[in-house]
């Protein structure tokens, strides 16, 4: 007998029909590659060649200028922008699809390049040590400019103004980037946010950023349509180290999180071993399905087995995937077939053209 797959069952994630419990997940993919930083017909085939997802999370697309941390990203805040998206939103709802946008804001991990000489902005005047990747190739990272509270309030009016942008663009909704060590992470963590204002020291403080936007983007999109993207357990990466209060921090977010009817809150399990890292949650899926009442999306290292097996215990509704949906466009079908997936190239993710982008197989065609 053919046993049930649950990824591929259809799912109501609020008032929208999902015909699968498959997402593609954000992924810079640096193919913006013009002046105005605009998608364009390439990233419009490229996302419709994977519409059979339940649900497709666009590429992190900037807010603002000072947004930016990375070449040959989009944008989601000029005229010129939104009218590019919409080439984007027709072709996947034509075929059938759903897609939400990203809207980030790196914060600190960018580089005086992309700011004509200015530093970037983050929660405190700290170095992620880290690297930019800039128009003249990667670059160290630099100390950058703690905000003031004026930048602080005007930074949560781009996250309004890039959410109202995404719904003239044809988005079905928008996902808030609180993760991976970008701004709003930056602010949550004591290693990278200082400040003793009203925006840094207690756990309540440092998440105040969060709730402030999610008020500014409901102003513009129904609160079932908005998503949250958090990494609890993230460390190492970008300049971020798990301390103490990393995970009662992320605790008490996601439990407010519950006061808003999302579409779903977003989680990553860690990105490296935190197994013996003090304070660490190794478990993510576990440790905050009791604590979400909504819809609990659940990202990293999945595959068929281990998304179907996550989904039938209970500890997520959805399953987010990355490079997998990169190197196979029809990857629903792969698993509806229980095909072999076929593998990505790392040395393309982030080129610009067609290859390792628009030019997988898919099932049946060479």
Do not use: C
């Not at 603002?64 to 944008?75: E, L, Q």
């Amino acid at each position: 007998m053919e046993t049930r797959q649950a990824l591929l069952d259809d799912y109501m994630m609020g008032d929208l029909k999902l015909k699968n419990r498959m997402v593609m997940a954000p992924m810079t993919r640096s193919r913006a590659d013009n002046p105005g930083n605009s998608a364009t017909d390439l990233m419009a085939e490229y996302y419709a060649q994977r519409a059979s997802a339940g649900l497709i999370i666009s590429e992190g697309s900037q807010i603002s200028k000072r947004a930016v941390g990375y070449i040959n990203t989009p944008g989601i805040y000029s005229d010129e922008q939104v009218e590019a998206w919409k080439k984007v939103t027709r072709a996947v709802h034509a075929r059938g699809g759903k897609m939400f946008i990203q809207l980030w804001h790196v914060g600190r991990m960018s580089h005086p390049d992309f700011h004509d000489g200015e530093l970037p902005l983050s929660a405190s005047a700290m170095n992620p040590e880290s690297q930019s990747y800039t128009p003249q190739g990667f670059k160290d990272t630099v100390t950058a400019k703690a905000m003031t509270v004026e930048e602080i309030k005007e930074t949560i009016k781009d996250y309004g103004r890039a959410a109202k942008n995404a719904l003239v663009a044809g988005f079905d909704g928008v996902e808030v980037h609180a993760s991976n060590g970008y701004l709003l992470h930056q602010f949550f963590s004591r290693t990278s946010n200082v400040r003793t204002d009203d925006y840094g020291g207690s756990i309540e403080n440092r998440a105040k950023i969060l709730f402030e936007v999610m008020d500014e983007v409901k102003r513009h999109v129904p609160e079932n349509r908005i998503g949250v993207r958090l990494n609890p357990s993230l460390h190492g990466v970008f300049g971020m180290t798990l301390d103490g209060e990393s995970i009662p921090t992320f605790d008490h977010i996601v439990k407010r999180l519950n006061n808003y009817k999302l579409a779903y809150l977003h989680l990553s399990e860690p990105f490296t071993d935190v197994t013996d890292v003090p304070g660490a949650e190794p478990n993510i899926a576990v440790h905050y399905r009791p604590m979400y009442k909504g819809t609990l999306m659940i990202n990293t290292g999945f595959d068929r087995e281990t998304g179907n097996k996550v989904i039938e215990d209970g500890l997520a509704d959805l399953v987010a995937f990355g490079k997998p949906f990169i190197s196979n466009p029809d990857l629903v079908e792969r698993f509806e077939a229980k095909a072999e997936t076929a593998p990505w190239n790392e040395k393309t993710f982030y080129t610009t053209g067609p290859e390792g982008y628009t030019d997988y197989p898919v099932l049946g065609r060479s």
